[in-house]
């Protein structure tokens, strides 16, 4: 008999021996007309401590979401570099720095997304400076205005603002 089968009838043997010991039930003897009394006082109110408080949802945050794309890169990023540069291994660089280092390259090499990447992250994103509002800077007054009206004033904020970011 092989070891293989031979641990398999050990196995089945135990869990069935377990099975038969878990459906026995068990009876504790009592004198006749005792009354089983609980070993903890039961409450079904909150202590105050735990208490919902009055004009407040019971979980105002929500739950935190989970991101576990966003944690497997982080923990990949923070972990050590295992590439083929023996100088950086040699530096113990993580994975993070040596992005951080090639994206730099690029850009030194003249990528020009690589040069707009580098510039986000280290001066921030440039504002768009176009807005869209109304006379004098309020809202636009779209009630009033017919269907053809409203499609013009569409197509002319939209040129402005295509325009704009030329």
Not at 35 to 61: D, M, Q
């Amino acid at each position: 008999m092989s070891p293989l089968a031979l641990r398999k009838i050990v196995v089945s043997r135990f869990i069935k021996k377990d099975k038969q010991q878990k459906s026995k039930p068990k009876v504790e003897q009592r004198p006749e007309g005792e009354v089983l009394k609980p070993k903890t006082k039961l409450s079904f109110h909150a202590s105050p401590a735990t208490e919902f408080k009055k004009g407040r949802s019971g979980n105002v945050n929500g739950r935190a979401p989970s991101k576990p794309t966003t944690e497997a890169m982080r923990r990949y990023l923070n972990a050590p570099y295992k590439g083929r540069n023996k100088e950086w291994k040699a530096r113990e660089f993580t994975n993070a720095e040596v992005l951080g280092i090639q994206v730099c390259q690029w850009a030194m090499d003249g990528d020009m997304r690589a040069m707009d990447t580098v510039l986000e992250r280290t001066e921030g994103k440039v504002p768009n400076p176009t807005t869209l509002s109304g006379p004098n800077g309020g809202p636009i007054d779209i009630a009033a205005m017919t269907p053809e009206e409203k499609m013009a004033r569409i197509a002319e904020l939209t040129r402005l603002s295509i325009s704009a970011g030329e």
